[in-house]
């Protein structure tokens, strides 16, 4: 079993920032692709942004692109989403999710393994 926890989330107003870590229990970390998605309630989860196991490699969702940054520490075994100028339409879970097929995927159900989930608000 791989273990995913999220931690970072929390209130902030428009325009500012948070950070958001995903800490991985597996040692295989350094294989594994890793994206980042968010649901708000009464909406499908949508695909935010994706890393390659070497973090060569990044994708983000048009939403998000140019505000978002995800990176990794393969020796942490951890996964980062800096998110800056924040808007409301943010808000949401943001989830954690790994493949062991190492790629970057926006593609929900190529991914193995979820954490729990972070809430992310951001107010008017």
């Known amino acids: 079993q791989v273990q995913l926890v999220e931690s970072g989330g929390g209130l902030v107003q428009a325009g500012g920032s948070l950070r958001l870590s995903c800490t991985a229990s597996t040692r295989t970390f350094t294989n594994y692709g890793m994206g980042w998605f968010r649901q708000a309630p009464g909406k499908e989860r949508e695909f935010v942004a994706a890393?390659?196991?070497?973090?060569?490699?990044?994708l983000y969702a048009d939403s998000v692109k140019g505000r978002f940054t995800i990176s990794r520490d393969n020796a942490k075994n951890t996964v980062y989403l800096q998110m800056n100028s924040l808007k409301p339409e943010d808000t949401a879970v943001y989830y954690c999710?790994?493949?062991?097929?190492?790629?970057?995927?926006?593609?929900?159900?190529?991914?193995?393994?979820w954490g729990q989930g972070t809430q992310v608000t951001v107010s008017s």
């Open positions: 999710a790994a493949r062991p097929v190492g790629g970057e995927s926006a593609t929900l159900i190529e991914y193995d393994y």
């Open positions: 890393i390659r196991w070497s973090g060569s490699r990044t």
